[in-house]
Each structure stands twice: as C-alpha cells, then as structure tokens.
C-alpha cells in the first residue's frame, strides 16, 4: 500500500480535473480508518454552498477514473461531501481565503490551561496565524500546534459590539 499522503496526492490529481469541470473546488481530500473500515472523504465547495446533486454528480465523474486508477490498495467507501458550516481551514488558501472570519481554534498543549480560543481570525502568515479574541487580546501561534482551526458560525455583529 502506498503511503497515506502519496494516496491523497494521487487522489487529488485524478479528482481536481473533474471537480473544476463541475465548478466546484476541491476543499480537501482525507483517507483514514474508522475502526476496521476505510474512507476517502472527499469535501467539496462552491459559492453558494454545495448540494446533495454536485456530490452525486462528482462521485459519478470520479468512479471509473477512480478504479481505473486504483490508487488504493484495499476496500474503501468513497465519500463526497460538503465541508459543513464549521468546516476545518487545513491549507494555506483556506487561512488566507477565511482572514477576517470568526474561528474557533483548540490547541494541542494548552496556554495557561486553556485549550480553546474564538476569535476574528485577523491574520494569517507562513503558517503563523492571529486570532483577535473577544476581550480584545491578540493570540499568535503556528498551525502545528493547532489539534484544528474551523470556521464558527457565531454572527460576527455580535463579536464586534464587544470589541
């Protein structure tokens, strides 16, 4: 079996092309093990939001280029979906497309026992992104000592009457 990045790589370049022809963009493509079972996840995007016919849709383009391809060694179940309304920024363009959103970020070691931190995502560089918190106060940390960032669907009005 090919290792899981080089798997992801692969699964990219055959599914890009077709999302793109779709008008969707690829958000992220994920193969892990729940339990004794596989899955590729395939999150996918659009302005406007995503419906349950563009994942039809790009799970119908994608099968046979998919088994002809056989980039994957073993039994999976193949998942095209949406990211959700709290999706998970994890690659740059993410970070930099969402600068100026509320985020909700949980950190692998805590800073003075705290763990989770909601704020404005306000910058975003090299991997190093500040968020502004509630209280006004500025936090500063790389993306690897993040367990995950993800959009929050809190009204940002409400955020800024208390800035």
């Given at each position: 079996m090919a290792g899981k990045g080089n798997t992801v790589s692969k699964v990219t370049e055959i599914v890009e092309p077709f999302a793109k022809e779709l008008g969707l963009e690829l958000w992220?493509?994920?193969?892990?093990k729940e339990g004794t079972e596989w899955f590729l996840r395939i999150f996918i995007d659009k302005d406007g939001g995503v419906s349950i016919d563009d994942c039809v849709d790009l799970t119908h383009a994608i099968t046979k280029p998919l088994d002809e391809a056989d980039p994957i060694s073993q039994?999976?179940?193949l998942e095209v979906c949406s990211p959700g309304i709290e999706r998970e920024l994890v690659s740059d363009r993410h970070f930099e497309k969402y600068v100026?959103?509320?985020?909700m970020m949980r950190l692998i070691r805590p800073i003075d026992k705290v763990r989770d931190f909601n704020g404005i995502l306000k910058s975003y560089d090299g991997g190093e992104l500040t968020l502004t918190l509630t209280d006004g106060s500025e936090i500063t940390v790389n993306k690897k000592e993040t367990s995950y960032v993800k959009l929050d669907d809190f009204d940002i009005r409400d955020f800024e009457k208390d800035l």
């Open positions: 992220d493509v994920r193969f892990l039994a999976y179940t100026g959103s509320p985020v």
